[in-house]
């Protein structure tokens, strides 16, 4: 038993996710492999085989706090409640776990206010929010270069950084965002694909359920001050009112600028990244249950919690009726099971690659290109859409305030 964990340990000190590993000569390998520029208006970086992928960790960072973001609509709302105004203020609208009692034998039901429920609509703010904030805090973040104002070459959302990291084992899934180089930085915001869309406006029952159980599993456990109960079986989750928290980081030579919706912090008093907690739920009666093995959306939790230095998981465990039955903890390294099938390394050289090759093909200023990856295609391809095009104006996301300020 002992030689067994000594093993998982060694393997894990290998892959140690914020190593820094001196693979600059497999990188340039890697890149002329794996990319292919056609012309100045079309390249591909290919996913596939996977296996190019398989090396160290790409040479990256430590994930650091330097923002937090709340909810406009939670802003909006505080400023008209004085008895709350001021805490708020202080607490930067950050939201707190608040755990009943006892986390064991509860009867919480996901189902309760689903038909009150208004989807989130991805992407109809675009980054706009992340513009905002830079221009707040500009004197922070910026540098003395009219050249290059900010020292991060990308500004996106994690979720676009998830997306592109997954590729290898989301086959079915596609995916598309535009990229924009303006003063030496690349700003990249997602755009919603044709099949996204449908399975927003037409979702099947299933797939609508799960998704609201999601939000709904957070309103029993989360609250908008430290020691408040939680919002309580009568409120109807809203996705739009959650804060976001603003990241730097590093993967290679790129220097990283990032914002995460955050579910919550389990601390009164937030400090650094790991007193946040992720909050999901999924089916069983114990950790035991949970297929880290085989069950790739252990993957996404991977990812999505190691981008932003999250340290702990709060697991609802329910049934097939929506009920959650218990509240356990997961150690995100838990996630790395040793027999697991999908292997991150992969997926973090995958975002590595892709982000290199932004940087080869996409470099006229303050023009779009578009990354796109198909369902079941094997590769990513990034285009330049003429600037006389509609494809150009449809997607050219950054606004004047934004450019006017720099």
């Not at 923002?67 to 505080?78: A, D, Q, T, Y």
Request: glycine share 4%; net charge neutral; with cysteine.
């Amino acid at each position: 038993m002992n030689n067994r964990r000594n093993n998982q340990f060694r393997h894990r000190e290998n892959f140690s996710p914020y190593s820094r590993q001196k693979n600059n000569e497999s990188i340039r390998n890697q890149n002329r492999r794996n990319f292919i520029q056609f012309n100045e208006s079309n390249a591909l970086v290919y996913i596939h085989p996977s296996s190019n992928y398989n090396n160290p960790y790409p040479e990256i960072g430590q994930p650091i706090e330097i923002g937090i973001l709340p909810s406009e609509k939670r802003v909006l709302e505080m400023q008209q409640n004085e008895d709350k105004k001021l805490v708020f203020e202080k607490t930067r609208g950050i939201k707190f776990l608040a755990l009943p009692g006892n986390c064991e034998n509860l009867c919480f039901d996901l189902k309760l206010g689903l038909e009150r429920f208004v989807p989130h609509i991805p992407h109809q703010n675009g980054i706009d929010p992340l513009l905002k904030w830079i221009i707040s805090n500009k004197e922070k973040i910026s540098q003395n270069n009219k050249m290059k104002p900010l020292s991060f070459d990308f500004v996106c959302w994690r979720g676009l950084l998830t997306s592109m990291s997954v590729s290898p084992y989301e086959k079915f899934k596609d995916w598309m965002f535009s990229i924009i180089l303006y003063k030496g930085t690349y700003y990249m915001c997602e755009i919603e694909t044709d099949s996204q869309k449908e399975e927003r406006i037409h979702p099947d029952e299933k797939t609508k359920s799960f998704t609201y159980w999601g939000h709904k599993f957070e309103t029993y456990i989360t609250s908008d001050f430290p020691g408040e109960n939680a919002y309580g079986i009568d409120e109807v989750p809203d996705p739009d009112s959650n804060f976001s928290t603003i990241v730097s980081n590093s993967i290679g030579s790129h220097k990283l600028m990032y914002g995460a919706e955050i579910d919550c912090c389990f601390t009164d008093d937030h400090k650094e990244l790991a007193d946040y907690c992720e909050i999901k739920s999924s089916r069983g009666d114990s950790l035991s249950d949970l297929n880290f093995d085989r069950n790739q959306k252990f993957l996404k939790w991977w990812i999505q919690s190691y981008l932003v230095g999250i340290k702990l998981i709060k697991v609802g465990l329910r049934n097939d009726d929506g009920i959650i039955k218990k509240i356990i903890d997961c150690k995100v390294d838990d996630l790395l099971a040793p027999k697991r099938w999908w292997k991150e390394n992969i997926c973090l050289n995958l975002m590595a690659e892709i982000l290199n090759s932004i940087k080869i093909f996409c470099t006229e200023e303050n023009c779009v290109y578009i990354a796109t990856r198909d369902a079941s295609s094997n590769s990513i391809r990034i285009s330049k859409p003429r600037r006389d095009s509609e494809e150009f104006s449809k997607n050219y996301f950054l606004r004047n305030w934004f450019k006017e300020k720099f």
